[in-house]
């Protein structure tokens, strides 16, 4: 959902006032949708569960008129999206006729469409291009400053909890996020072990481990054996996004699994190094100045050796 902001924010410069709605699917975890998007005025959940839920759901869908209706296609073409905006009854009907050379479908439910080719273009741009297709633009300037802003409260979460965990501030504080929400995507927890043994032995950090709802097992593999080699580290865990992501902002460097808490890392400025597997950094890495990452030659997430991300994490720490 961040990489779209570029789309509600060119819709929010040339008309301030308007009333941004989003529908969402249903999932089975909570999305701080209001958090990552300040642009959105109500999100309406799509819940397929029941005849009921679905009536619901378009009931409150037609409950106003709509001069703009969006379906980005950006990452997956969904006859369900067209459908939904279709039934929006909104007056221009934005989407694309085809992406990379594979038709869309569904096109014949948009009014407003064009072929692209997105081959290595970064979700942000392909979702500014859907706005421009419409009419609505960013300047340079303006995409650079799609990032969070955090509140006086966040910061000082921020500042708070690394002062109570990590109190020596002469050692660095390097983080880590070995999770992720695809097995495809989760570097090995093995070699996250010794990658943040190999860290530890030469600079001596103080080590920050971030953790989602789903990274339990991981978790604990990497706690016995960091308790058993009496390494301490400091586990974050579910944090609210922008408290997590004023964090990531104040440490020295972040190393993460290609995952939303990347895109949070990114958002928020942080020095990170991202690994990939199956996905296209070109596509998915955060863009900021801070920000590298590794892909993965043979697609495979656990074929990126230790020895490259360290080689990498020594030049981003000496070799500011």
């Given at each position: 959902?961040?990489?779209?902001?570029?789309?509600?924010?060119?819709?929010?410069?040339?008309?301030?006032?308007?009333?941004?709605?989003?529908?969402?699917?249903?999932?089975?975890?909570?999305?701080?949708?209001?958090?990552?998007?300040?642009?959105?005025?109500?999100?309406?959940?799509?819940?397929?569960?029941?005849?009921?839920?679905?009536?619901?759901?378009?009931?409150?869908?037609?409950?106003?008129?709509?001069?703009?209706?969006?379906?980005?296609?950006?990452?997956?073409?969904?006859?369900?999206?067209?459908?939904?905006?279709?039934?929006?009854?909104?007056?221009?009907?934005?989407?694309?006729?085809?992406?990379?050379?594979?038709?869309?479908?569904?096109?014949?439910?948009?009014?407003?469409?064009?072929?692209?080719?997105?081959?290595?273009?970064?979700?942000?741009?392909?979702?500014?291009?859907?706005?421009?297709?419409?009419?609505?633009?960013?300047?340079?300037?303006?995409?650079?400053?799609?990032?969070?802003?955090?509140?006086?409260?966040?910061?000082?979460?921020?500042?708070?909890?690394?002062?109570?965990?990590?109190?020596?501030?002469?050692?660095?504080?390097?983080?880590?996020?070995?999770?992720?929400?695809?097995?495809?995507?989760?570097?090995?927890?093995?070699?996250?072990?010794?990658?943040?043994?190999?860290?530890?032995?030469?600079?001596?950090?103080?080590?920050?481990?971030?953790?989602?709802?789903?990274?339990?097992?991981?978790?604990?593999?990497?706690?016995?054996?960091?308790?058993?080699?009496?390494?301490?580290?400091?586990?974050?865990k579910n944090l609210p996004v922008?408290?997590?992501?004023?964090?990531?902002?104040?440490?020295?460097?972040?190393?993460?699994?290609?995952?939303?808490?990347?895109?949070?890392?990114?958002?928020?400025?942080?020095?990170?190094?991202?690994?990939?597997?199956?996905?296209?950094?070109?596509?998915?890495?955060?863009?900021?100045?801070?920000?590298?990452?590794?892909?993965?030659?043979?697609?495979?997430?656990?074929d990126i050796s230790v020895e490259?991300?360290?080689?990498?994490?020594?030049?981003?720490?000496?070799?500011?």
């Open positions: 959902m961040l990489c779209s902001l570029s789309l509600y924010k060119a819709i929010k410069k040339k008309y301030p006032e308007s009333h941004i709605t989003l529908a969402a699917s249903k999932t089975n975890y909570t999305i701080p949708f209001f958090e990552i998007n300040p642009y959105i005025n109500r999100v309406l959940i799509y819940d397929k569960s029941s005849t009921k839920t679905i009536l619901n759901f378009y009931k409150q869908l037609c409950d106003r008129k709509y001069q703009y209706g969006f379906v980005p296609s950006t990452i997956k073409i969904s006859r369900t999206s067209h459908i939904i905006n279709f039934l929006s009854s909104a007056k221009i009907r934005v989407g694309v006729n085809s992406v990379d050379g594979i038709k869309n479908k569904s096109a014949f439910l948009l009014n407003l469409k064009d072929d692209f080719n997105w081959k290595n273009k970064h979700q942000l741009v392909r979702n500014l291009e859907i706005a421009r297709l419409a009419g609505f633009d960013l300047a340079d300037d303006d995409m650079n400053e799609i990032k969070f802003s955090f509140t006086d409260e966040e910061v000082s979460f921020a500042k708070n909890f690394l002062l109570e965990n990590f109190k020596d501030n002469s050692k660095k504080i390097i983080a880590f996020h070995p999770g992720a929400g695809k097995k495809e995507n989760t570097y090995p927890t093995d070699k996250f072990i010794l990658l943040i043994k190999m860290i530890y032995k030469k600079y001596g950090n103080h080590i920050l481990i971030t953790s989602g709802w789903t990274d339990d097992l991981i978790i604990n593999k990497i706690k016995s054996k960091l308790d058993k080699d009496k390494i301490q580290f400091t586990v974050a922008k408290k997590l992501g004023a964090i990531l902002s104040m440490i020295d460097l972040y190393i993460t699994n290609d995952t939303g808490t990347m895109h949070i890392a990114g958002f928020s400025g942080a020095k990170m190094i991202s690994l990939f597997g199956p996905t296209n950094p070109y596509e998915w890495a955060p863009r900021n100045k801070n920000s590298f990452f590794i892909k993965s030659q043979t697609e495979k997430i656990e490259e991300i360290f080689h990498l994490i020594e030049n981003v720490i000496e070799f500011k």
